[in-house]
């Protein structure tokens, strides 16, 4: 039998249908609260019951958590298994491998600060930043406001918003925001591409005046509505504002116009997808009654299987037996925050 703080409790079992999922068409918290997976029935109790939990350093207990930091480098990184020699350094393709492991100990597992394991790759990760102040390397010598604003959402997430260094990146990415409000990456603006002779030029600098990417931009508000200092503010609100209008609409890179990007999910989240857009809007404060926001949830209320979970085409984390519990649970949030 599981330890007490992950049973679902009698409550749980017999509770009366929430207020915000009576929005969807099948009822999502059986499903969730039978899941496989012992850290998604924890926060499904935490975050959509409002239950009173242990504390989520219970979940650091885990077999997959243990093996994970057994892997951990001294630098407090995490050795990426295959780089294609040519392409970025060991260490680029290293603090790639970083983030996405950080990703599933802060977001699955709920690891933060005060585990030591975080402390040493917060260490490795800010050892990355620039004399201007972004995380530099996974995209060799330019400039990655995606990849910088990825992990201050991980570091925010795990208590570490209020580093000096972290709120530095932070002013770098206001620092570089195109002129609509969005972000964009600089080397692609220019007309490069994602190659070894890129990588290793010279840092080439934003063009501030022309488009942003709602790619890019997606990622950036996550970081922005992670940290309470910024997620209501001007440059958050403008960033929330275009992300909405571009709801299902063609990036401005080549590689990614089709509109299918928007419907190709990852958690913890990784590129912007609809799931992910929306859950940072409804973190910054944006309302169910914009129109784009509505049909966005519309398009997911269609799509939710009768067994209450999203089981949609998941382009990381598909091979996680609890990969649509871990969805689902990310789109009841959003519903949670945005019918209340």
Same mark, same amino acid.
């Given at each position: 039998?599981?330890?007490?703080?992950?049973?679902?409790?009698?409550?749980?079992?017999?509770?009366?249908?929430?207020?915000?999922?009576?929005?969807?068409?099948?009822?999502?918290? !059986?499903?969730?609260?039978?899941?496989?997976?012992?850290?998604?029935?924890?926060?499904?109790?935490?975050?959509?019951?409002?239950?009173?939990?242990?504390?989520?350093?219970?979940?650091?207990?885990?077999?997959?958590?243990?093996?994970?930091?057994?892997?951990?480098?001294?630098? /407090?990184?995490?050795?990426?298994?295959?780089?294609?020699?040519?392409?970025?350094?060991?260490?680029?393709?290293?603090?790639?491998?970083?983030?996405?492991?950080?990703?599933?100990?802060?977001?699955?597992? /709920?690891?933060?600060?005060?585990?030591?394991?975080?402390?040493?790759?917060?260490?490795?990760?800010?050892?990355?930043?620039?004399?201007?102040?972004?995380?530099?390397?996974?995209? +060799?010598?330019?400039?990655?406001?995606?990849?910088?604003?990825?992990?201050?959402?991980?570091?925010?997430?795990?208590?570490?918003?209020?580093?000096?260094?972290?709120?530095?990146? *932070?002013?770098?990415?206001?620092?570089?925001?195109?002129?609509? +409000?969005?972000?964009?990456?600089?080397?692609?603006?220019?007309?490069?591409?994602?190659?070894?002779?890129?990588?290793?030029?010279?840092?080439?600098?934003?063009?501030?005046?022309?488009?942003?990417?709602?790619?890019?931009?997606?990622?950036?508000?996550?970081?922005?509505?992670?940290?309470?200092?910024?997620?209501?503010?001007?440059?958050?609100?403008?960033?929330?504002?275009?992300?909405?209008?571009?709801?299902?609409?063609?990036?401005?890179?080549?590689?990614?116009?089709?509109?299918?990007?928007?419907?190709? *999910?990852?958690?913890?989240?990784?590129?912007?997808?609809?799931?992910?857009?929306?859950?940072?809007?409804?973190?910054?404060?944006?309302?169910?009654?914009?129109?784009?926001?509505?049909?966005?949830?519309?398009?997911?209320?269609?799509?939710?299987?009768?067994?209450?979970?999203?089981?949609?085409?998941?382009?990381? +984390? +598909?091979?996680? !037996?609890?990969?649509?519990?871990?969805?689902?649970?990310?789109?009841?949030?959003?519903?949670?925050?945005?019918?209340?």
């Amino acid at each position: 039998m599981p330890p007490k703080y992950l049973r679902p409790s009698v409550r749980s079992r017999r509770s009366h249908r929430q207020s915000w999922s009576k929005a969807l068409r099948f009822e999502p918290l !059986p499903a969730l609260l039978e899941s496989s997976d012992a850290a998604a029935r924890f926060f499904t109790r935490r975050d959509l019951l409002d239950e009173a939990v242990e504390s989520v350093s219970q979940l650091w207990r885990a077999a997959d958590v243990a093996r994970v930091l057994r892997r951990q480098m001294p630098s /407090g990184g995490w050795r990426y298994p295959a780089p294609r020699a040519g392409l970025r350094s060991a260490d680029n393709y290293d603090q790639l491998e970083t983030f996405r492991i950080l990703s599933i100990l802060v977001e699955k597992h /709920g690891l933060d600060r005060s585990h030591p394991a975080i402390r040493r790759a917060s260490r490795y990760v800010l050892a990355h930043q620039s004399v201007a102040g972004d995380i530099r390397g996974i995209y +060799g010598n330019q400039y990655s406001p995606n990849y910088t604003a990825a992990f201050l959402e991980l570091l925010t997430k795990a208590g570490l918003g209020s580093d000096p260094a972290v709120r530095r990146s *932070f002013r770098w990415i206001l620092s570089v925001r195109q002129d609509d +409000g969005g972000w964009a990456i600089p080397f692609r603006t220019a007309g490069r591409n994602f190659d070894p002779s890129t990588l290793r030029a010279a840092t080439i600098q934003p063009v501030t005046g022309k488009p942003s990417s709602h790619l890019v931009t997606g990622v950036v508000l996550r970081a922005l509505a992670a940290n309470p200092q910024y997620r209501t503010s001007p440059a958050a609100r403008a960033a929330g504002v275009l992300l909405a209008s571009r709801l299902f609409k063609a990036d401005v890179y080549a590689d990614r116009r089709a509109t299918r990007f928007w419907t190709q *999910f990852s958690y913890p989240f990784w590129f912007t997808d609809l799931v992910s857009a929306l859950d940072s809007l409804s973190l910054a404060g944006f309302s169910r009654d914009e129109p784009s926001i509505q049909r966005a949830l519309q398009w997911l209320v269609e799509r939710q299987d009768k067994s209450g979970l999203w089981k949609l085409r998941m382009t990381r +984390g +598909g091979l996680d !037996p609890g990969r649509h519990a871990w969805l689902t649970l990310a789109v009841c949030r959003v519903f949670k925050r945005l019918f209340p």
